[in-house]
């Protein structure tokens, strides 16, 4: 191939520029990191990389893949999603392929392929090798976790195995840095361009004549894929690509006539990895007791196990509710209270100081206060996924799924949907059946996530009374907290039932799950999935609801009529009200007659039952967006004019009262209400435009916003009625 | 017998496996082929899936898939 003649051959050792030289387009080598899921793939790339990630989406595929350049050289390194073969049931593993073979529109194919084995597991990670082999691109072996297989008793002859192989193959430990140099000079240096192509698996004779047959494959690990996954995204893309169906008819006639299937293909494989590793591995005479198996002794216990997981649920909500508040006061105390508070005193009052203080400061402020709990909930899931942990607790509740239909494979995107619908929607991608996948993505928005909790915060902290039982250990707020959590789950189970019968209804897919060796989680990949998350965060704060903010701020001050500000002046005269009195009303009645005001009192009618009044109903109108706006709106729409932090905010809102009665608008029942409201509405852009995105047929994010809105309207009337009929209202 | 009926931390050895399908084919990849060897090492607080090691690594699969693979004593 062309593109490898930018590869220097094994023999010629060269400076990091040297291959700039060589190269006349200057095109930096790319390398794509492969392996199976859990061998430190991303460790490793870390590692390789220090730590700095570009992520992009591929085109018209949104799998993530990350970017970076091996340190002191200019290669770039892809991490391409972790996959058992290139067999491709889930989309991730459609990914995998198409990207090892230059298939992603805009994106070469790389130039070599660093595979990472795990050492402790080596015949099953041999199976994706054996497969990445026959791609026919350069391949070097980092073998893994050796220390690992050390304290197992298993000895590996890597020089034997690459001698046996024809390819390098470096042991590493990928967490260990100092493990990593002879593999960076051999990426750097000495990129193989050849491989002794003879000791590969011996598959069925007729296979690999039906596969060098097929026209229009590129490479023979494509055709085999197009041959023998009746159901994967090889065929697709084969007859995407012009392929003949008649003649790959033909060739699976012959197949099925020899009894050929992936069957055979697998056995030829292990047959082939049983004699290449014969006189490489070297195991002990009784398998070593591990940490991992006394570990999942108790994680998985029915008694111990089940309480762990409770206990780490419990943390969970609690943590990200309590540890967070420091930081969070330090933000909307300090922070935005102090840049208000300069705004105001340094502009005159007017349009202009109004949509700093009222629009962009208390906006994005209302939103940032909320990082510290975002970044915490996303550190303890990256804890419980790089422990090993969140596979066990997949292994625990997949009987539980299985009554909403599912399988505990949906218990991580569902997870995570608890910080995020939007890469939990992503995250659904490991779900290999299609219908699983997308009752899973339906039903994840259901899960209270992280823009949901300045809701929940702002309303139980102002109108939940502050109450301890048993000692103090109890929190009446944490425990409406927990309530809000739990509705969501209670709604989407019968929900997911329900699509699993009707509109989603087929045969129930397996559940095949790797329980992985436990790992003690790295303190700085747990950092990265924070700060990424973090960083997230505040670019959608600073652009998505940027823009809302301003939206809303113009929505509420805009119309401002001569003819109010002179009615609302003259009653104050004539009533003998002071300045402060008279601006409250000239606030009150500039509001009413704003855009979102009439909006607002529209919807009236409709949640009055609920105990919500048109300014509530302006705030849910101008949250479509993000649901974590609706603080900033409410911010905006009930404290117009003042320099308003959280505090202010719960004070204007504890202040409010309905117009024609007096009666405080903000109840005990009100508040709840708002809160189920919010626990199960779809106001949410980004989490439908995303469902539209990986379903492929926008009629289900239509069909979800609609479908959830009702749900949350019924079930806030629901609460705001029982809590009222309870006497909550005192 | 089948591996949804071995005994709990006994060695076995695959001798079959019966089904055709996604999951199968899946287990296959990951190494559960004949002549492997088996040990179920527990099964979920509900009794369903079950936790086995296969060769060095370790699964959890369905009682369902358990059911279309043929175990004998090693």
């Known amino acids: 191939m062309p593109s490898r003649s930018t590869l220097h051959p094994s023999d010629a050792p060269s400076a990091p520029s040297h291959h700039h030289a060589t190269n006349p387009r200057a095109a930096a080598a790319r390398i794509a990191l492969v392996g199976n899921p859990n061998t430190g793939k991303t460790t490793l790339f870390n590692a390789l990389t220090g730590f700095r990630r570009h992520v992009a989406n591929y085109p018209g595929v949104t799998v993530e893949v990350a970017h ?9 390194l892809l991490d391409l999603p972790g996959s058992y073969s290139l067999a491709a049931n889930s989309p991730d593993e459609a990914v995998l392929l198409d990207a090892l073979c230059g298939r992603i529109p805009g994106q070469p194919p790389p130039d070599a392929i660093l595979a990472i084995v795990d050492a402790s597991v080596l015949p099953r990670n041999l199976y994706l090798l054996s497969q990445v082999l026959e791609i026919g691109l350069p391949v070097v072996i980092a073998l893994n976790m050796i220390d690992v297989a050390q304290s197992r008793g298993v000895a590996i002859d890597a020089p034997e195995l690459s001698h046996r192989l024809g390819v390098p193959v470096v042991p590493v430990v990928a967490t260990d840095p100092r493990t990593l140099p002879p593999l960076i000079d051999l990426l750097r240096a000495a990129l193989p361009g050849q491989r002794t192509a003879a000791s590969g698996p011996e598959l069925p004779a007729d296979l690999t004549r039906l596969r060098a047959a097929l026209p229009a494959a590129p490479n023979p690990a494509i055709a085999l894929r197009v041959l023998l996954d009746r159901d994967g995204a090889a065929p697709r893309a084969y007859l995407a690509a012009g392929g003949s169906r008649a003649a790959l008819d033909a060739a699976r006639r012959q197949l099925d006539d020899q009894h050929i299937d992936v069957a055979a293909e697998v056995r030829a494989r292990y047959a082939w990895i049983g004699r290449l590793l014969d006189g490489v591995v070297t195991r002990p005479p009784q398998p070593v007791t591990t940490w991992t198996a ?11 196990g089940a309480l762990v ?48 203080v009222d629009g962009l400061i208390a906006g994005v402020g209302g939103v940032l206060v909320f990082l510290p709990q975002i970044m915490i909930l996303f550190g303890l899931i990256a804890i419980l996924e790089d422990s090993g942990y969140i596979a066990r607790a997949a292994f625990m509740v997949d009987r539980i799924m299985r009554a909403a239909g599912l399988s505990g494979r949906s218990f991580i995107p569902l997870l995570s949907s608890f910080a995020c619908a939007v890469p939990a929607i992503m995250g659904a991608r490991v779900i290999a059946d299609r219908r699983d996948r997308i009752v899973t993505i339906l039903i994840a928005p259901f899960m209270s996530c992280s823009a949901r909790l300045p809701v929940y915060v702002l309303m139980t902290s102002a109108f939940i009374p502050d109450r301890y039982f048993l000692g103090g250990w109890i929190g009446l707020r944490g425990l409406v907290m927990m309530g809000m959590y739990l509705i969501g789950v209670v709604v989407a189970i019968p929900v997911a039932w329900l699509l699993k019968k009707t509109v989603l209804a087929g045969p129930p897919p397996g559940f095949v799950l790797e329980l992985p060796t436990y790992k003690l989680p790295r303190l700085r990949a747990v950092w990265q999935r924070m700060s990424h998350a973090g960083a997230h965060f505040i670019s959608r704060a600073g652009t998505v609801i940027l823009a809302v903010s301003i939206a809303v701020w113009a929505l509420a001050y805009f119309p401002r009529s001569a003819t109010t500000e002179q009615r609302v002046r003259a009653t104050a005269v004539a009533a003998g009200w002071d300045e402060s009195r008279t601006d409250a009303a000239l606030q009150a009645e500039f ?4 855009f979102l005001g009439r909006i607002g009192r529209a919807l009236e009618p409709a ?9 509530i109903g302006a705030a849910i109108v101008a949250s479509f967006p993000a649901r974590e706006v609706v603080v900033s709106s409410l911010g905006t729409i009930f404290s117009l004019g003042h320099d308003a932090d959280e505090a202010d905010l719960r004070g204007a809102l504890a202040a409010a009262t309905w117009s024609d009665s007096g009666r405080p608008l903000f109840t005990v029942s009100s508040a709840l209400a708002l809160m189920v409201f919010f626990a199960l509405c779809a106001q949410c852009a980004s989490t439908l435009v995303m469902i539209g995105r990986e379903t492929g047929n926008w009629l289900w994010p239509v069909a979800s916003f609609s479908f959830m809105t009702a749900v ?5 009337l629901l609460t705001a009625v029982i809590a009222r009929g309870l006497g909550c209202d005192g | 017998m089948s591996l949804l009926n071995a005994p709990t931390a006994r060695r076995m050895r695959v001798t079959a496996v019966r089904s055709r399908n996604a999951a199968s084919f899946r287990l296959m990849e990951m190494g559960l082929i004949e002549g492997a060897e088996v040990t179920v090492l527990r099964r979920a607080p509900l009794g369903d899936p079950m936790h086995v090691r296969v060769g060095d690594s370790e699964l959890s699969l369905r009682n369902a898939d358990a059911e279309s693979i043929d175990v004998a004593p090693f």
């Open chain 1, 607 to 615: 949640i009055r039952p609920i105990g919500w009044d048109w300014r």
């Open chain 1, 712 to 716: 949350a309207y019924v079930a806030a």
């Open chain 1, 591 to 594: 509001a009413r007659h704003s």
């Open chain 1, 68 to 76: 970076g350049t091996i340190t002191g050289t200019s290669v770039e």
């Open chain 1, 294 to 304: 006394r570990l999942d002794w108790l994680l998985t216990h029915r008694v111990w």
């Open chain 1, 309 to 356: 997981l409770a206990l780490v649920l419990f943390v969970l909500f609690q943590s990200i509710f309590r540890w967070s508040q420091p930081l969070m006061d330090f933000i909307s105390d300090r922070l935005m209270g102090s840049l208000a508070a300069l705004a105001t005193v340094a502009l005159p009052e007017g349009a202009v100081r109004s949509l700093l």
